[in-house]
């Protein structure tokens, strides 16, 4: 294993809404995994430390962890009044994460109508039962080709309700080749409204000017910026001033 230094927040990156597969052990050290690696992420000196092969850096992490893009440019960017720039200051350290299209996809199905701890829970079941092993105890994403051949009730053991025909439907579209590389493709896909289709393309195409809307953010949008708020006035970055409204609301109510 191998150490490498990022300038993000890891508590912040990985608590801010945005992933399901990071959790903490008791010391604050995160581990998770995306496109079938293993890697874990402490915090060191207000750095990230993220702790993986070499080659797993260099090909997977690198890239997933964003870390080519200056954030620091885009929350000055984003910063249009006081609110935004206590906002910015507070998620300082976030970053979109480079997720695999189909898990984010299907992760923002699962979330539908439900608590990050359900999330995660259905998320770790889903890939228990139908991913590859790839550590001890530790198990791929399942693929839309893998999911796509199975039946709503093969899933009854994720306990997620209606959801379950919702992943087989997207699943067999995925698999069957559809294209899903905007917000109104995504809408397309059965079960899939404006939310979810807004946070599979921020956090699966890593569109930054996707805007998702929930009850956190009906709650920041009217507190703070009332009727009428049109999201494109933090253009081309909309996605990340979202992700620093969301996660300064829900850390401090």
């Given at each position: ?26 010391n ?39 870390a080519?893009?200056?954030y ?13 720039e ?20 299907c ?13 995660k ?37 994720l ?84 992700q620093?409204?969301?996660?300064y ?5």
């Amino acid at each position: 294993m191998s150490e490498f230094e990022l300038k993000l927040n890891p508590k912040a990156t990985f608590e801010c809404g945005q992933c399901f597969r990071w959790n903490p052990d008791e010391n604050g050290v995160y581990t998770g995994v995306a496109f079938g690696r293993v890697a874990r992420v402490s915090e060191k000196d207000g750095a990230a430390v993220i702790e993986c092969p070499q080659d797993d850096f260099d090909a997977i992490w690198r890239g997933y962890f964003d870390a080519d893009t200056d954030y620091g440019a885009i929350a000055r960017h984003v910063a249009i009044n006081e609110h935004m720039e206590r906002a910015a200051q507070f998620g300082a350290g976030i970053r979109i994460l480079r997720q695999e299209r189909w898990e984010a996809l299907c992760s923002f199905i699962v979330s539908q109508c439900n608590n990050i701890p359900r999330i995660k829970k259905i998320i770790e079941t889903l890939c228990a039962h139908f991913g590859e092993e790839i550590a001890d105890g530790v198990f791929s994403f399942p693929s839309a080709e893998r999911l796509a051949q199975l039946e709503e009730t093969d899933l009854a053991p994720l306990r997620s309700g209606y959801r379950a025909k919702y992943i087989v439907n997207a699943a067999r579209a995925v698999a069957g080749g559809a294209e899903f590389n905007s917000v109104a493709q995504l809408k397309t896909l059965t079960g899939v409204g404006e939310k979810v289709a807004c946070c599979a393309a921020l956090f699966g195409l890593h569109d930054l000017d996707a805007f998702p809307v929930d009850t956190w953010m009906k709650k920041a949008l009217a507190n703070h910026f009332g009727a009428g708020f049109d999201h494109k006035i933090f253009s081309p970055y909309s996605g990340v001033a979202q992700q620093y409204l969301f996660y300064y609301e829900r850390e401090n109510s």
